[in-house]
């Protein structure tokens, strides 16, 4: 059963940078997907970024020229470098993982793993 912990959210000034970072146990890295997603209260889960199975990025529009995914596969981890954030960027973070091959890597429901969540808060 693969574990996803994700860690390094935090209160950030707008503006500001942050490093999210996601490990997985029982599983590994070096193949399926990896994406990032996050969800502010009232609203529902959206996409930020992912890794498709062969390894290309994609970002949402939000993400673009701001975020940066990236995975260290010997350290089983996957990065979410924030900069230039923004009070609209406040949500919860989750990180997911799936192993099968699958074009909709914007959709949560095609990721079977999931982390618990880090909470990143952007003050104005």
């Known amino acids: 059963q693969v574990q996803l912990v994700e860690s390094g959210g935090g209160l950030v000034q707008a503006g500001g940078s942050l490093r999210l970072s996601c490990t997985a146990s029982g599983g590994t890295f070096s193949r399926g997907r990896q994406g990032w997603f996050r969800q502010a209260p009232g609203k529902d889960r959206e996409f930020v970024a992912a890794?498709?199975?062969?390894?290309?990025?994609r970002y949402a529009d939000s993400a673009k020229g701001r975020f940066t995914i990236s995975r260290d596969i010997a350290k089983n981890t996957v990065y979410l470098q924030m900069n230039s954030l923004k009070v609209e960027d406040t949500a919860l973070y989750y990180c997911?993982?799936?192993?099968?091959?699958?074009?909709?890597?914007?959709?949560?429901?095609?990721?079977?793993?999931w982390g618990q969540g880090t909470q990143v808060t952007v003050s104005s």
């Open positions: 997911a993982a799936a192993s099968l091959v699958s074009d909709a890597v914007s959709n949560p429901t095609s990721y079977p793993y």
């Open positions: 890794f498709t199975w062969f390894g290309t990025t």
